[in-house]
């Protein structure tokens, strides 16, 4: 059996929770798999479910309907400690009076005594603390102790690791290195992991899919550079970093709009909602008072977002950075590439 005809590690399968006194389902019949060393991303604004769903592939939280299979064995049921699942909080939760090898060792109790200091070391080395083993959690940096408790979490080799918001406690330049680190270990030992965010572009750069949550359901579920530039509804096309919704009248693979006619991502007819990606339009000096109105610019280092007005209607673009106009100078706007079509149910979505 290869990958691809191998049954997936993970298979959720209708997915159901409402908590106590709540009519309204906290996860709304959800359903996906993972497959093995695959990292997937659960992505969506605060109180979308994503907790929740994680909690319950942990089992610290019973579904009230649904099915989790593990290696295709139900684990519906099963305790925790039972599911050989590991889970790295956003707290990291070391033991601060243990050394990091005695918090390494503490996971490894289905490996012999004599060999635990070994393996242990063998860990740590893997995420790059092994001369500091003797070092208790307080004498290292956020990043530092991030990287102990994920070897702690691997040390125990579960099947599956689950992150919950993993990186949020660091500072914006160690999130970054810290989380391309971690991807890097993962891949290169083939763990399989579900990590739950509500930073996209976290989940943009960490995940091989990523599957957006809202209201408890999961609306898309797609590699990242699909579920960006081809977003399932327009919640998605704006949680999902900047975008501009357009209505327009479509002729096969293009559109008429307020900026024009407009290319299409895939062939359609009538009137169409369209998420134009902020990026993907640019700015053209113009001496036209019917031109667009250059009403913000805000400086975001590597570039600018720009916020336009034509016709009372507001656009955003991001140019690179040496692209300068000056506030209220007038500008035609031109669109570089395809626009996503949105599917109608979700119209004013
Ligand atoms: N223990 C609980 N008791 C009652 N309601 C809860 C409980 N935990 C979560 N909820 C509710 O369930 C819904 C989903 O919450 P959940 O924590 O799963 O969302 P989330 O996407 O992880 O949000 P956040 O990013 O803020 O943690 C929310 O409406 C929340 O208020």
């Not at 191998?6 to 997915?15: I, M, N």
């Not at 990242?224 to 530039?229: A, G, N, R, S």
């Amino acid at each position: 059996m290869n990958a691809l005809t191998s049954p997936p590690l993970l298979q959720v399968k209708d997915l159901c929770k409402s908590y106590a006194q709540q009519t309204e389902w906290a996860v709304d019949h959800v359903s996906f798999s993972l497959g093995r060393g695959e990292i997937l991303a659960l992505l969506g604004p605060s109180g979308c479910g994503k907790t929740t769903t994680l909690r319950m592939l942990a089992g610290f939280e019973k579904p009230n309907q649904g099915q989790i299979l593990l290696k295709e064995q139900d684990i519906t049921e099963s305790p925790p400690q039972k599911r050989n699942i590991g889970i790295v909080f956003q707290d990291y939760a070391l033991f601060p009076h243990m050394t990091l090898l005695r918090n390494v060792t503490f996971a490894m109790r289905h490996i012999e005594k004599t060999q635990q200091v070994e393996k242990a070391l063998e860990w740590l080395q893997l995420v790059g603390l092994k001369d500091y083993a003797k070092r208790y959690p307080h004498e290292l940096s956020g990043g530092q102790q991030q990287r102990v408790a994920l070897a702690r979490t691997l040390a125990a080799e579960p099947e599956l690791v689950l992150l919950d918001e993993p990186f949020s406690n660091l500072d914006a330049a160690l999130r970054e290195s810290t989380r391309k680190e971690m991807r890097q270990l993962f891949k290169k030992a083939g763990t399989s992991v579900i990590l739950v965010t509500h930073d996209q572009a976290e989940a943009l750069t960490f995940a091989d899919r990523v599957g957006v949550m809202q209201q408890g359901q999961l609306v898309q579920l797609n590699t990242p550079q699909l579920v960006y530039q081809q977003p399932a509804n327009a919640f998605v096309a704006k949680f999902l970093g900047h975008t501009n919704l357009l209505q327009g009248t479509a002729q096969g693979l293009e559109a008429s709009t307020a900026l024009g006619r407009i290319q299409l991502n895939r062939d359609t007819q009538g009137e169409v909602q369209l998420s134009l990606r902020p990026e993907d339009l640019y700015m053209v000096a113009s001496d036209s008072d019917q031109a667009a109105l250059v009403k913000e610019r805000e400086f975001r280092g590597h570039d600018y977002l720009y916020v336009l007005e034509q016709d009372g209607a507001e656009y955003c673009v991001i140019t690179p950075s040496h692209h300068y106009f000056e506030l209220g100078s007038r500008v035609e706007l031109r669109s570089e590439r395809f626009a996503a079509v949105l599917p109608p149910q979700m119209f004013g979505a």
